[in-house]
């Protein structure tokens, strides 16, 4: 693992190295030292998951750690992959997306400092097997993407965002701490070894651990109701910081609960079903707030709590199966949700770089505002389109193989002869069906109304040219990705059993049915691209032929302009509109009040019913409780010597009562 330690070596050092060259060649040294400390830790990564054969790092740092060991076993090799590629694919498009921020003279050294650290942080993380240790990094992954959510800290809404992220994760670190001083108690020692030793025979335990940890890693990944901070810090931060946050930090908090799932041993099932019916709202939920959503990025936010929710759908079914002694239920459920783990950090980057993209050309996030890009942002468009096709978990993309999976884990699992498994069953596959249909109805919106139609002000009018390559080569190669598994998802498939071993048993015999089945969809998703190839070619040959272009009757609108076409408000209206007990409508009406009146506005924002109904009162509460003591402090430093001498004098009078 020489490599391994090396190439996080690296990382922590390149963004100083970067932050002494000229302005014009920071980003350019950046990515070449990234993308080198990445390669020495993805090569031991890869011939872990191609041998099977874990790899063990016993560092010796002091009396107080004693011996620290880092392991790479399948899980963390799987993770260490994803973190590598998906985190480099967002640097390369980091010199793009910062060069107007350069040209303004922003001083970025810090971001720079602060962006690999992320990344060697969240290495560091998935391979340390010591409790201690282990915290250690992760408040340094969460400290460090906090310095890169408030890049922009003149803002007050980026920095109300990056306090808000900094107080959830320490929420987050406080119930982690917790979980593992209860298995160290048990165990006596720091080391992961032993906390699987110590779970053993002791299910009550082992349950109460479970749930600790399971609401602190589900509070950085986002489940509901422990999301609040998410839709808030992942648009304040820049696109690529945001795309490494969605695509692969929250996914560190999937690691922990997978990690703590395989130390605890066989799950009981009120846990099971516990982890698939938060799973099953936070997918419903993210996604029907994701619709509702004007601001781009914090639509791609809550699909990224959606897309957390369907992960946590396949951990579920997968616990269901160990806890019900179906192998082939608990193969398919951890597959399709560590398979949607890789899928989502494809996908996810995609298109949140695609919107760094838009932001960068256009200077807002406001669906209303866009329109018409297709036009001047073609390649962007393009992206983007696949990006949607893919979360949308639609053939011949990749999010379709991993959702199909997990279908497949829950339809295997009706077989289980037990009611109450029927019932959550059933329910979890309708639950992510009307996922997907609002998922559809969501992008649909969000592609025609930023790309499609014409232009909705100034700003997308003004818009000539698409981003150039630096920018664009990245998400090309996302786009390639999410085609290359669609199309291919029974290699994938035998990838991903190698992690999947990690949670339970891999009998390959007994997988025979799911990878024909890959198979099957590999030759009819091959068949689908070529027969698109085939109608694109012919349209592409058709329109060479000179024709002459006019336009029919216009019904009486001979001048259309962009009020006569749909809002992103207005698409999605008639849904809503049957859901309205599940959102805080806050209007802001400027009616008319003349006959030819000067100004008159509509607006409509929906409130987090969470955040408006249970965050934000206990925060005016917290306010007005501290209010009450803004006398003390006062600034008389005779004041504070004369709280200091009462303390004393109360723990002196105490301490004669105790003795």
Not at 315 to 338: E, Q, T
Request: glycine share 8%.
């Amino acid at each position: 693992m020489d490599n391994y330690f090396l190439g996080i070596m690296i990382l922590l050092l390149s963004g100083f190295v970067a932050s002494v060259f000229s302005k014009k060649n920071k980003i350019t040294v950046l990515s070449i030292l990234v993308a080198i400390g990445s390669i020495f830790c993805l090569i031991p990564a890869i011939q872990v998951l191609i041998n099977g054969e874990s790899l063990t790092q016993t560092v010796f740092l002091s009396n107080i750690f004693c011996s620290i060991n880092f392991v790479i076993d399948s899980l963390a090799a799987f993770f260490v992959a994803v973190i590598t590629i998906m985190s480099l694919a967002s640097v390369v498009y980091s010199k793009g997306y910062l060069r107007p921020y350069m040209e303004q003279d922003k001083n970025i050294n810090s971001h720079l400092v602060f962006l690999p650290m992320l990344i060697a942080s969240m290495l560091a993380v998935v391979t340390c097997q010591n409790a201690l240790m282990f915290l250690i990094c992760w408040e340094i992954m969460s400290l460090s993407s906090f310095f890169l959510v408030i890049f922009e800290n003149e803002k007050k809404e980026v920095l109300k965002a990056g306090i808000k992220y900094l107080v959830f994760m320490h929420i987050s670190v406080l119930f982690i701490i917790i979980s593992f001083a209860l298995m160290s108690l048990q165990s006596g020692s720091l080391d992961f070894a032993s906390f699987a030793s110590g779970m053993q025979n002791n299910e009550q335990y082992a349950n109460l651990v479970f749930l600790l940890a399971f609401v602190g890693f589900g509070t950085k990944c986002g489940f509901v109701p422990f999301h609040n901070w998410l839709p808030d810090a992942h648009p304040a931060a820049p696109s690529h910081v945001s795309a490494i946050m969605s695509g692969v930090m929250i996914k560190t908090g999937i690691y922990g609960i997978l990690r703590m799932l395989s130390l605890t041993g066989k799950p009981s099932l009120l846990i099971s079903y516990t982890v698939l019916i938060i799973s099953v709202i936070s997918a419903l939920y993210g996604v029907l707030y994701a619709i509702t959503q004007h601001d781009l990025k914090r639509l791609l936010a809550y699909h990224s709590i959606e897309n957390i929710g369907i992960i946590g759908i396949g951990i579920g079914v997968g616990m269901l199966g160990l806890a019900y002694n179906s192998p082939i239920v608990a193969v398919l459920g951890f597959a399709g949700g560590i398979l949607h783990i890789l899928n989502h950090s494809i996908f996810k980057e995609l298109l949140f770089l695609s919107a760094g993209s838009v932001y960068v050309k256009t200077h807002t996030r406001d669906i209303e505002s866009l329109g018409g890009l297709i036009k001047s942002m073609p390649a962007t468009a393009v992206m983007f389109l696949i990006g949607s096709v893919a979360i949308c978990g639609l053939p011949p993309f990749n999010g379709f193989v991993s959702e199909f999976l997990v279908y497949l884990g829950m339809f295997k699992g009706l077989s289980i002869h037990n009611f109450i498994s029927l019932i959550a069953l059933i329910g979890a596959i309708a639950g992510l069906a009307l996922v997907g249909t609002m998922a559809i109805l969501c992008f649909t919106k969000a592609f025609s109304i930023i790309f499609l139609g014409m232009p909705r002000s100034e700003a997308a009018e003004n818009v000539q040219s698409d981003n150039g390559k630096l920018m664009i080569f990245p998400m090309g190669v996302l786009a390639t990705f999410t085609l290359i598994i669609g199309l291919f998802p029974q290699y994938v498939f035998n990838f991903i059993l190698k992690p999947v071993s990690v949670m339970c048993e891999c009998n390959i015999e007994s997988l025979s049915e799911p990878l024909s089945i890959m198979q099957i969809i590999s030759v009819y998703a091959l068949a689908l691209v070529l027969l698109l190839a085939v109608i694109i070619g012919l349209k592409l040959m058709l329109s060479k032929n000179k024709t002459v272009m006019f336009e029919t009757w216009g019904c009486g609108y001979n001048r259309p302009n962009n009020h006569m076409q749909y809002t992103a408000s207005s698409y999605a209206s008639p849904f809503l509109s049957m859901l309205k007990p599940l959102f805080k409508k806050v209007f802001d009406i400027e009616k008319p009040r003349k006959l030819f009146p000067k100004s008159a506005h509509f607006s409509l924002h929906i409130d987090d019913i969470e955040e408006a109904y249970l965050i934000n009162p206990l925060l005016k509460g917290d306010e007005w409780f501290l209010s009450k003591f803004e006398r003390i402090q006062s600034g008389n430093i005779q004041s504070y010597i004369k709280y200091g001498l009462i303390f004393l004098v109360l723990v002196i009078i105490g301490s004669l009562f105790i003795g």
